[in-house]
């Protein structure tokens, strides 16, 4: 092979196992639900660390198609930073605009995990709904933190196999969204209706001030 970077599969394997730990100490995981939401993120990160360290199936596969028209697209482990090669970035790679996005991205999504897990337990110890914190931004922070850190990951190092299952754990991820909104209606009601149809499920909205959530006025008797 023309890189040594590539054949590490020790490396694919430390990499994997460290970033599962890693998001399992901020996610907390413990049904099964919780359990789908990480197989879902580690099935992306085994795709992302076998291209990244093990066998570079995008670069050969692109290579003889692209290879002619961008020459950095080679089998080197540098040619896996395919944005930075599709817009003719010379320089460090690490140090791209892709790459300084992708590490805030990634940082963002590991802060937001853990964030989202403390109001969550904080309520849970109350028994009462999470609405505070980034609960008031969005019904479902921890499942956005999983999918920033993805989507920092593809910007970084962006792969055949990634960009395929992207939309498909976003799926799963809604897909599991709409299972614990099922349960956390059933024992919350009229509280997680408010809840839900002031608070998006995704795409973070600033929360209203409690001020501006006035009810409707009875019509003025005449």
Same mark, same amino acid.
């Given at each position: 092979?023309?890189?040594?970077?590539?054949?590490?599969?020790?490396?694919?394997?430390?990499?994997?196992?460290?970033?599962? &730990?890693?998001?399992?100490?901020?996610?907390?995981?413990?049904?099964?639900?919780?359990?789908?939401?990480?197989?879902?993120?580690?099935?992306?990160?085994?795709?992302?660390?076998?291209?990244?360290?093990?066998?570079?199936?995008?670069?050969?596969?692109?290579?003889?198609?692209? =290879?002619?028209?961008?020459?950095?697209?080679?089998?080197?482990?540098? =040619?896996?930073?395919?944005?930075?090669?599709?817009?003719?970035?010379?320089?460090?790679?690490?140090?791209?605009?892709?790459?300084?996005?992708?590490? &805030?991205?990634?940082?963002?999504?590991?802060?937001?995990?853990?964030? %989202?897990?403390?109001?969550?337990? &904080?309520?849970?110890?109350?028994?009462?709904?999470?609405?505070?914190?980034?609960?008031?931004?969005?019904?479902?922070?921890?499942?956005?933190?999983?999918?920033?850190?993805?989507?920092?990951?593809?910007?970084?190092?962006?792969?055949?196999?990634?960009?395929?299952?992207?939309?498909?754990?976003?799926?799963?991820? %809604?897909?599991?969204?709409?299972?614990?909104?099922?349960?956390?209606?059933?024992?919350?009601?009229?509280?997680?209706?408010?809840?839900?149809?002031?608070?998006?499920?995704?795409?973070?909205?600033?929360?209203?001030?409690?001020?501006?959530?006035?009810?409707?006025? &009875?019509?003025?008797?005449?």
């Amino acid at each position: 092979m023309a890189d040594a970077a590539y054949g590490l599969w020790p490396l694919v394997v430390l990499n994997t196992l460290l970033f599962i &730990a890693f998001a399992a100490s901020f996610f907390h995981p413990k049904s099964k639900r919780d359990w789908r939401a990480m197989g879902a993120y580690s099935a992306f990160l085994v795709a992302l660390f076998t291209e990244m360290y093990g066998i570079p199936l995008t670069v050969y596969l692109l290579g003889s198609w692209l =290879g002619s028209r961008f020459p950095l697209l080679q089998d080197t482990h540098a =040619g896996g930073h395919l944005w930075n090669d599709l817009t003719g970035w010379s320089g460090d790679p690490h140090l791209s605009p892709f790459h300084l996005v992708s590490y &805030a991205a990634i940082g963002c999504g590991f802060w937001l995990i853990a964030t %989202a897990w403390k109001t969550l337990h &904080a309520a849970a110890q109350r028994d009462e709904l999470a609405t505070t914190g980034a609960y008031a931004w969005v019904r479902h922070p921890q499942y956005d933190g999983f999918l920033l850190i993805m989507i920092g990951f593809l910007l970084q190092w962006p792969t055949i196999p990634t960009l395929l299952m992207f939309p498909v754990l976003l799926h799963v991820y %809604a897909r599991l969204a709409r299972s614990e909104e099922r349960e956390v209606a059933q024992r919350f009601g009229e509280q997680w209706t408010a809840y839900a149809a002031d608070t998006p499920a995704f795409w973070p909205r600033r929360p209203r001030h409690p001020a501006d959530r006035r009810t409707p006025r &009875a019509p003025a008797r005449r």
